[in-house]
């Protein structure tokens, strides 16, 4: 029943752990609010990445999920980097 005010609209956003609790509703609510959303993590959480997937493009927005541990520092720079290049631009990052 949320109705967005489209505050994130053209907004691209880099959430870790983005696949379950609070990290799962940001991802959404951000998408509900016009961003698009790239979602950080545990490669044995693919499942829960792919449910927020389908939340996220539900909300009609686009979504990447990039599989990796938050402790690898270049893993961290390539997440950011891969988000810049997949949407065009990099807005918001939520740890």
Do not use: M
């Not at 752990?17 to 016009?34: H, K, M, Q, Y």
């Not at 829960?48 to 720079?77: M, N, P, Q, T």
């Not at 988000?83 to 990052?93: I, N, S, Y």
């Amino acid at each position: 029943a949320y109705k967005a005010a489209g505050k994130l609209a053209g907004k691209a956003a880099l959430i870790t752990g983005g696949d379950s609790g609070i990290g799962r509703a940001v991802a959404v609510l951000f998408a509900r609010e016009g961003a698009d959303v790239a979602v950080v993590h545990l490669p044995e959480e693919q499942p829960d990445a792919d449910e927020v997937r389908r939340h996220v493009e539900g909300a009609g927005r686009r979504f990447l999920s990039i599989a990796g541990d938050v402790k690898d520092a270049a893993f961290c720079r390539e997440a950011v980097e891969r988000t810049a290049r997949e949407f065009g631009r990099f807005d918001v990052l939520v740890n």
